[in-house]
C-alpha cells in the first residue's frame, strides 16, 4: 500500500518531540509539507523540520489561548495557503490525588488538551470546508476510555477528545474526515516524566506486548488516517497500544 500525501499541507501541535515529532516526521516522508508546531522548543522543532525537508516550517504558539491559536494559523496560512490535514497532538500529564487538585491544575491540563482541539478546529475547518476537503486527527489516549486515579484531569480531558472526535465527525461529514488515535503507552518524554513522579514502569508495561510503544508506532495511524486509503473512517478511534484495552 503505497501512502501519497504529496501536495498535502499538513500542521502537528506539540510536534517538538514524541509521538508529535513521529507524526510530522511520517507526513513528510509521505510527502505532505509540514507546519511543526512547538512551544517554546526552537531548537527541537527545528531538527523536526530540517528532517521534514520540503517547505516544512516550524511555528511557536501555545494551542491552549485562543489568540496564540489565531497567530499560529494566520502564520501557516501566510506560508502555505491553507491546511488540509491538522493533528491535534499537544498534550500534557499530571499525576496528583482528585482532592489535592487546584482550579488551576483543571484548566491547564483541559485547556491544552481538550480546549486546544475546539480553537484548532474553529481555525482549521472554514478552509478546509471552502476546499470541500479535510482531515483532522485528534490525538486521545487509552484512558480515555479506562480512567486512572490520580489522573482525573488527563483522563477527563482525553475521554473529551473522544466524544470531540465523534461530535465533529458527525458535523462535518462527508467533507472533512474527523478521527482519533487513543495510544497506548508510548515512549517519549510524557512517560519518562511520569514514571520518574510514580517509580512504576511495571504499570506502563503490563500489556500484551510487554513493552511501551514506540512514536513510530503510533504515527504509522495517523499517516494512514490521513490518507486516500482511510477514505471511509469517520469519527474512529484507532487504537495502537500493545493490547492494553481491546474494545
Ligand atoms: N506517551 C504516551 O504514553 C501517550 C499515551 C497516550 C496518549 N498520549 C498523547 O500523545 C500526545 C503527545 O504526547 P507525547 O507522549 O509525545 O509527549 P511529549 O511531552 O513528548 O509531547 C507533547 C508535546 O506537546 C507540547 N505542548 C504542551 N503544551 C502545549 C501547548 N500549550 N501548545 C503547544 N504545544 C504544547 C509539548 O511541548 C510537547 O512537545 C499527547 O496528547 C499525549 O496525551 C501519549
Redesign the pocket.
Known sequence: MKIDLSGQRALV?????????AIALGLAEAGATVVV?????AG?AAEVVAACGGDALAID?????RE?VTGLFAQAFAALGGIDILVN?????QVKPFLELTEDDWDRVL???LK?MFLCCQAALPGMLARGQGVVIN?????GYLGREHYVP?TAS?GGVITLTRSLAREFAPTVRVNAI??????????E??VAITGNLEV?TASPAGR??Q?AE?ASSAVFLASAHASFYYGEILSPNGGTLMR
Open positions: 501541535t506539540g510536534a517538538a518531540t514524541g509521538i508529535g515529532r508546531n512547538h512551544l517554546r522548543q527541537a504558539a501555545d494551542v491552549s489561548a496564540s497532538n499537544a498534550g500534557i500529564m485547556n491544552t488538551n486546544s490525538i486521545a489516549s487509552e484512558l488527563y482525553k487513543a495510544p497506548g503507552p508510548t515512549a517519549t518524554p510524557m512517560i516524566a511520569e506502563e511501551l510503544g512514536p503510533i
